[in-house]
Nanobody
Framework: QVHMVESGGGSVQAGESLRLSCQVS????????MGWFRKAPGKERDKVAAIDDSGRIDYADSVKGRFTISKDNAGALYLQMNNLKLEDSAMYYC????????????????????????WGQGTQVTVSS
């Protein structure tokens, strides 16, 4: 059974940084797409950043140049968030999916809610002025 746990969220002021982590266990598929997503109150869950097993990386336009996604050899996923803005406040979730091509299609078409099965429980990020 796949289990994902996010951590690293918190309350910071605008301009500060946070580093989110996502620990994955029980994942036995050969391939992977891993992504960060976020959901603000009253809004749909939205993409933030993603990485796959080939090293392909992409970001939502709103975070390009400020956020960096990475993965270590032990399977943990990270999101370095710099120069945080008020609009970055949200619950942040990590997800993993074995069908890489389908995952990228879902990432760009915002159909990840339907496509992805494995999600973490989320970690809250609150940015204040």
């Amino acid at each position: 059974q796949v289990h994902m746990v996010e951590s690293g969220g918190g309350s910071v002021q605008a301009g500060e940084s946070l580093r989110l982590s996502c620990q994955v266990s029980g994942y036995t598929y050969d391939r992977y797409f891993m992504g960060w997503f976020r959901k603000a109150p009253g809004k749909e869950r939205d993409k933030v950043a993603a990485i796959d097993d080939s090293g392909r990386i992409d970001y939502a336009d709103s975070v390009k140049g400020r956020f960096t996604i990475s993965k270590d050899n032990a399977g943990a996923l990270y999101l370095q968030m710099n120069n945080l803005k008020l609009e970055d406040s949200a619950m942040y979730y990590c997800a993993i999916h074995p069908a890489v091509q389908a995952a990228w299609v879902a990432f760009y078409s915002a159909t990840f809610e339907e496509e992805f099965t494995f999600w973490g429980q989320g970690t809250q990020v609150t940015v204040s002025s």
